[in-house]
């Protein structure tokens, strides 16, 4: 397996703000699947956490239970916005996290789940959006400014972190 380098993002955000990188090993087994790399390089050092009062990355626990939550709730009909299945069902996207706003996050697998992209379902535009960007890029480029300034607020320079109780 390929190691990823997630250190631009932490140049930019600093280090994990927790004692240690969460484990997303038992949700992999609970699912039955491997999650992407990226999710857990990003995820286990930034898990369960509130970024700058804006933006929520999920780890283990909330993964865990926002991803049961989506998944049930677009299998009910319930979302015409969202454009497919939510893991854990078999080869959907990955919701791993949403702003105060209300914009929810997904990784949708492209060419066979080899690679994933960042999408959104911006609830302020009442729109999905799709890039083509894996999850470091988008939020290394987030973070820099450099895109979804429409939608997202101007950074500061020194980012605050939040445990997501």
Known sequence: MKEIDISAL?????????KKNLDL??????WGLTLPSEVKAVSGTYGD?????FLF???????RDK????????QGGNSQEIVGPVLPIRGGMLYWGHTIDGDQLFLTPR???TRWTVSAF???????????LDLISW?????????ETDWLPEWPDRHTFERDC
């Open 111 to 113: 060419d066979e789940g």
């Open 25 to 30: 090993r038992p949700l992999e087994l609970e």
């Open 122 to 132: 911006r609830r302020s535009w009442g729109d999905w959006h799709s890039t083509d």
């Open 10 to 18: 932490t140049g930019i955000l600093g280090p994990t703000p927790w």
């Open 139 to 147: 939020l290394e480029s987030v973070f820099k400014g450099e895109i």
């Open 57 to 63: 990355i999920y780890g283990p626990s909330s993964m």
């Open 49 to 53: 956490t509130l970024i700058d009062d």
């Open 67 to 74: 991803g049961n939550w989506m998944s049930q709730y677009i």
